[in-house]
T-cell receptor
Framework: AQSVTQPDIHITVSEGASLELRCNYSYGATPYLFWYVQSPGQGLQLLLKYFSGDTLVQGIKGFEAEFKRSQSSFNLRKPSVHWSDAAEYFCAAALPGSGGYQKVTFGTGTKLQVIP | EAQVTQNPRYLITVTGKKLTVTCSQNMNHEYMSWYRQDPGLGLRQIYYSMNVEVTDKGDVPEGYKVSRKEKRNFPLILESPSPNQTSLYFC???????????FGDGTRLSIL
């Protein structure tokens, strides 16, 4: 069965420190991959996506993610975290293809706390 | 501005009283979907729609209904709500189901 795993439920980092959030997927083929962020009281916002090509993907708010086929991973990184980055982060995946239904599977989320 | 609008944002109601959560998008998206978010469970899909008059069940459809009479609107109907439907609900839309989705700000439902 297709699945997306975010091993860390909760992560705490100091402001200014680097950040890496982990995401692993289990699919029969390389899926499209996404990272979303959910700030308190808001809906999910797309940070970045990977469809194909360059395995290092740049997103909004200074985030990047690296696709590693050999590890079935798509980890999210930021070199220096700001207090405003405190939020919940969701990794998601879906099989490629157009015209028909391709289910998006979400991970269970990682809640990021930023301390001064 | 591209957006998905859900109403109401908050609702406290009682068991058995029918309610509808509206969802509207202004991006001419074909695909729309409803999710519920519960602590530790992430987002679970309730229903989705590939286009007007085309809807199908997601992972947790029991107790919910939807309709898609117009492309922009995708209401979620709870005909006889129960306490286990207390949750945070999100509507989302995109051109195709596997493309980045735009999410509404959520509707927090409490069923007493």
């Amino acid at each position: 069965a297709q699945s997306v795993t975010q091993p860390d439920i909760h992560i705490t980092v100091s402001e200014g420190a680097s950040l890496e959030l982990r995401c692993n997927y289990s699919y029969g083929a390389t899926p499209y991959l996404f990272w979303y962020v959910q700030s308190p009281g808001q809906g999910l916002q797309l940070l970045l996506k990977y469809f194909s090509g360059d395995t290092l993907v740049q997103g909004i708010k200074g985030f990047e993610a690296e696709f590693k086929r050999s590890q079935s991973s798509f980890n999210l990184r930021k070199p220096s975290v700001h207090w405003s980055d405190a939020a919940e982060y969701f990794c998601a995946a879906a099989l490629p293809g157009s015209g028909g239904y391709q289910k998006v599977t979400f991970g269970t989320g990682t809640k990021l706390q930023v301390i001064p | 501005e591209a957006q998905v609008t859900q109403n109401p944002r908050y609702l406290i109601t009682v068991t058995g009283k029918k309610l509808t959560v509206t969802c509207s998008q202004n991006m001419n998206h074909e695909y729309m979907s409803w999710y519920r978010q519960d602590p530790g469970l992430g987002l679970r899909q309730i229903y989705y729609s590939m286009n007007v008059e085309v809807t199908d069940k997601g992972d947790v459809p029991e107790g919910y209904k939807v309709s898609r009479k117009e492309k922009r609107n995708f209401p979620l109907i709870l005909e006889s709500p129960s306490p286990n439907q207390t949750s945070l609900y999100f509507c989302a839309s995109s051109h195709y189901s596997n493309q980045p989705q735009h999410f509404g700000d959520g509707t927090r439902l409490s069923i007493l």
